[in-house]
């Protein structure tokens, strides 16, 4: 997935030099404090990095180099703490947003969004404003959202972190349980051990 | 072609200032070919320096100008620094925004139907309290000093920093900030203007010199309520420019010119202000003074900005009332009867300056929203950071005075043959309405959280499809807010559509100014209340169609 990534930021080097591969349906949890870079690390899978980092270094998804791929080609599912549902769509219209194009067709393309949603519980709730739901709801929606628009790999920013500690298990379990479900091979980024135990997977830590 | 947005921009903007003000200065000494003048000469400074009442004329000028800022500056931070503290001082800030929509012209026409000695006041207050049975014999409005032309400027200028302020401050934790000091020891206006202020200020310092720069040079406000004899600078140049006998245009550049030194004389002199009250504010920062005297000025202050905004309030009425009065015997606190006949008499003549006002205005408008946003747009794709540069850079139309390069522009467009068209005079209100839709659209614009653009694209979803179905929608209420304040702006122009419409397009605001030195007054408020009307309408619009739009989400309430 990762082939010889090194980041700098004004000539000091904040993540050195490694490589990474995460097999389908894999979790691979990259620990570190505030700082280290791991936001950065996953910002440049996506493609969102801010120029004033210097990067060297490939990304590959699905053995395919995306490296010189603008995000939206890239097919990088990510999720953020926040959940970042469009304020201004309704839950329905968030998910429209994301499903892939190739579901032609407005009755086909309901259908798809609604068996999304009675898959997450949440049967009956296309119309609904996304400021009336519950953060664990919130949650949900974004990961349909991100998984309505087939992504070849998932990206998790600390996604867990601003939810209510009760809710926290649940969610997990229901992003990691959709992540191997479609064998996706996913890189979770976060400084909360709780988090990479739950992912259950190898851990890599970064900076000091 | 989005990259070509900063140029386009910025060379719709500057080439106009550049040309007019190589147009005023080459015939200020003396170059000016149509006339055959191709020496250089001091001729036109000779004759303006002998002009009877030139120093009186420069004097006027800085006094007023100086006053108003000061005042405005003064008023706005005494109601700001205890605004965060009292609650009915944060509701004040509702009327804000019909203050700032309301032109100038307007409010001055209202302002000097409030105080001219037959004016509303004087009738409140009469006969019971004064014993005037009939207007007195006293001069207000047009004082030889000034004072009503300062008063009808700091009525504007107030609310319009007021608002800087407050928009400055939200990016600072200006709460956490005051505790701190207050814990210290200080009072609540002291805190914010020891723990607050100072770092502010450097954000208010460019709007702070347009209220100077204008104040120094405004032409409709001076119209309306200066003194003829001797005029205030600008309003001698504007009076040479528009007089038949051309022998007096380079008189009328080199007085714009003396208006330009002026106005940057008096920014600098400002600024060694600005050092000299830093320094004393370190010195009794180091001192550690709790400064308690600063309590009862800044609620002086505070109490003064609140009546600023109750004097234009009582303009605006004022107006109102005028246009609709049947009769008004003098000490007659209010009129006999209302009645709409000036309204159905003049509307039928109204017709033609409001669908130009209109045109002008929507127009300047859209062009405005579209280069901001493709501006901001292509600064975020190219990830820029914006410096202190482009801020210079977009306020300089509002820095040098009109007077000092619509002339210069007016000459250009005559040679383009463009002068008196509604696209010169479209593009000479644009470059004063960019200024004000750009700042106020950037900061929400780029504030506008990065990661739903980027969650967008990790969707799939292209730049294009970001833009028009995440960011547009998301910043619907800013951009709908900005697109009020630029109508409100070229509602307002006075001097850029007289000088690209060569006299031939007339807005609501010219044919007010025009009519304000002898007409009615009811048909002046006519005039002044449709002005003030038409913006207010707009602004009631921008904040009322997001409701609307977004009645069911919650999330953008």
């Avoid at chain 1, 703490?81 to 393309?109: E, K, M, W």
């Avoid at chain 2, 200065?25 to 001729?43: C, D, I, K, N, W």
């Amino acid at each position: 997935m990762l082939a010889g990534v090194e980041i700098a930021l004004d000539g000091r080097e904040l993540v050195p030099r490694f490589d990474l591969a995460v097999a389908p349906g894999e979790v691979v949890t990259v620990m570190g404090p505030s700082g280290s870079g791991k936001s950065t690390l996953l910002a440049f899978i996506g493609g969102f990095i801010d120029p004033v980092f210097r990067v060297s270094g490939r990304v590959l998804i699905d053995g395919a180099d995306v490296t010189r791929r603008p995000p939206e080609a890239r097919r990088a599912g990510i999720l953020f703490q926040d959940d970042l549902l469009f304020p201004h769509l309704s839950v329905g219209q968030n998910l429209a947003f994301g499903l892939v194009t190739s579901v032609r067709g407005r009755a086909a393309r309901r259908g798809a969004i609604d068996a999304a949603l009675a898959q997450a519980d949440l049967a009956g709730f296309f119309d609904r404003d996304p400021a009336t739901l519950s953060g664990g709801q919130r949650a949900r929606v974004a990961l349909l959202r991100t998984l309505l628009a087939e992504p070849r790999t998932l990206l998790l920013d600390e996604p867990f972190n601003r939810l209510d500690s009760h809710l926290r298990d649940d969610i997990r379990r229901f992003v990691f349980g959709h992540a191997r479900e479609r064998n996706l091979p996913t890189l979770l980024v976060t400084h909360d051990a709780d988090d990479a135990r739950a992912a259950g997977g190898r851990i890599v830590r970064l900076g000091a | 072609m989005l990259r070509a947005a900063p140029p386009l921009t910025l060379a719709l903007f500057l080439l106009p200032i550049a040309a007019g003000l190589a147009g005023t200065a080459l015939p200020a000494f003396g170059y000016l070919p149509a006339l055959g003048h191709t020496e250089v000469s001091l001729g036109a400074w000779r004759e303006l320096m002998a002009t009877p009442g030139l120093a009186d004329t420069l004097a006027l000028t800085l006094r007023v100008g100086l006053l108003a800022t000061a005042l405005s500056v003064v008023l706005a931070i005494g109601f700001c620094a205890l605004a965060h503290e009292r609650p009915w001082l944060r509701r004040c800030e509702n009327a804000l925004a019909p203050l700032l929509a309301t032109p100038h012209a307007a409010l001055a026409i209202g302002f000097a139907f409030l105080i001219l000695p037959s004016g509303w006041l004087a009738r409140l207050v009469s006969p019971d309290l004064t014993g005037w049975h009939t207007p007195p014999q006293i001069v207000t409005v047009r004082d030889p000093q000034g004072l009503s032309l300062a008063g009808g400027l700091v009525l504007k200028e107030t609310p319009y920093l007021v608002l800087m302020i407050l928009a400055a401050s939200v990016q600072m934790r200006v709460r956490d900030l005051v505790a701190s000091a207050r814990a210290l020891g200080y009072g609540p206006a002291a805190a914010w203007l020891f723990a607050v202020l100072p770092r502010l200020y450097a954000q208010i310092r460019l709007p702070v010199y347009a209220v100077l720069a204008f104040s120094l040079s405004a032409v409709d406000v001076a119209l309306i309520l200066a003194p003829g004899t001797p005029p205030p600078l600008a309003v001698l140049a504007m009076r040479w420019f528009a007089d038949y006998d051309l022998a007096l245009y380079p008189r009328a550049a080199a007085a714009a010119l003396l208006q330009l030194a002026l106005v940057a004389g008096a920014i600098v002199a400002w600024r060694l202000g600005e050092i000299l009250t830093a320094r004393l504010g370190r010195a009794i920062i180091l001192r550690g003074w709790r400064a308690p005297a600063a309590e009862p000025v800044a609620a002086a202050a505070a109490l003064g900005a609140v009546g600023t905004g109750v004097a234009a309030f009582a303009a605006i009425a004022g107006m109102a009332l005028w246009s609709v009065a049947a009769g008004w015997r003098f000490p007659a606190a209010l009129p006999e009867a209302l009645t709409l006949d000036v309204w159905t008499r003049h509307l039928p003549e109204v017709g033609r300056p409001l669908e130009m006002t209109l045109a002008a205005g929507a127009a300047a408008t859209v062009i405005a929203l579209v280069l901001a946003l493709a501006c901001l747009e292509n600064e975020q794709r190219a990830a820029l950071r914006p410096g202190t540069g482009t801020l210079w850079l977009l306020y300089l139309p509002l820095l040098v005075p009109q007077i000092a390069f619509l002339f210069g522009v007016q000459v250009a467009l005559v040679q383009a043959g463009l002068d008196g068209t509604l696209a010169a005079v479209i593009w000479a209100h644009l470059l004063f309405v960019l200024p004000y839709v750009f700042l106020s659209l950037a900061d929400p614009f780029r504030a506008l959280d990065p990661r739903f653009a980027r969650s967008a694209a990790a969707l799939g979803a292209g730049r294009a499809r970001i833009f028009v179905r995440i960011k547009l929608p998301m910043l619907a209420k800013p951009i709908l807010v900005a697109a009020a304040i630029g109508f409100a702006v070229s509602v307002g122009q006075y001097l850029p559509t007289l000088f690209a419409g060569a006299g031939r397009v007339a807005t609501l605001t010219t044919e007010a100014v025009t009519l304000a030195t002898g007409a009615d007054r009811r048909i002046l408020g006519v005039y002044a209340v449709l002005q003030a009307a038409l913006p207010a309408l707009v602004y009631g619009l921008a904040l009322g169609l997001p409701r609307l739009m977004f009645r069911n989400r919650r999330g953008l309430a």
